[in-house]
């Protein structure tokens, strides 16, 4: 079975795989996306903030530490949608169940937009990117990584598991549907340029692809194997006046 959308999330097994992997201190996210999204985004404080994909919220709790003044997270999973109310209760936030497609977004509403690897589930970006452009006040910040269109055009690759020596990047410019066997699962994906935001309305004010400083790893080893091909893309893109 290929799973589309959140939907491998509500398989509790593969839930508790994906959220040891990703919660681990050496977990790519934390050390190569992380300080690049945050580094782009400035200080939150006082600031009315949406994150699309929130996940199990704990990205969350770490905006609102910082001083955020609203966190508003949406997720298609109702397993995710569970673990963030629960990582934050008693906080100010709202989570809401939905996936991106249907999500009614208010209208010039946020100071600040994240959405951190989740657009390469979605089959179109367009309508959802749009929907983001409205619900952000004028010249302020939407802040979205994906998974490097190297490694979307790299499924061959993906198929061998572990970790790799080599990678093959193949089929760059054919965009499209692709099937990746992820933590014993496939997983339905969908490959882009990074030109994918041409056409959205934002301006692309920054491009980032999360090259990894040493500072973040405990092993040399790790810190080389990371340095030889991009997982993250990173766009800091702003609503023009």
């Known amino acids: 079975m290929d799973f589309k959308g959140a939907q491998v999330y509500e398989d509790d097994d593969f839930l508790r795989g994906f959220l040891n992997r990703r919660n681990r201190e050496e977990s790519p ?24 994909g929130c996940g199990d919220g704990r990205f969350g709790m770490d905006l609102i530490q910082r001083g955020c003044l609203l966190y508003e997270g ?5 397993n995710m949608v569970e673990e963030a109310k629960r990582h934050l209760t008693n906080t100010a936030s709202l989570i809401h169940h939905s996936t991106l497609e249907d999500w009614d977004f208010p209208v010039e509403k946020y100071d600040l937009v994240f959405s951190r690897m989740v657009l390469h589930y979605l089959e179109g970006i367009e309508p959802t990117i749009r929907k983001v452009y409205l619900s952000l006040h004028t010249n302020v910040v939407f802040i979205l990584s994906i998974q490097h269109p190297v490694l979307t055009s790299s499924m061959a690759s993906s198929a061998q598991g572990g970790n790799r020596t080599d990678w093959i990047v193949d089929h760059y410019f054919h965009t499209g549907i692709r099937s990746e066997p992820w933590i014993g699962k496939k997983v339905v994906k969908y490959h882009r340029t990074i030109q994918c935001l041409s056409q959205t309305g934002f301006r692309v004010d920054a491009l980032r692809e999360c090259a990894p400083s040493p500072e973040y790893f405990a092993s040399k080893g790790e810190y080389e194997r990371r340095r030889r091909i991009p997982l993250f893309l990173v766009f800091c893109c702003s609503k023009p006046l």
């Open 29 to 52: 996210n934390n050390v190569l996306g992380n300080p690049v999204i945050m580094g782009l985004s400035g200080s939150v404080e006082n600031k009315a903030i949406l994150d699309l």
């Open 74 to 78: 949406v997720d298609g999973s109702k």
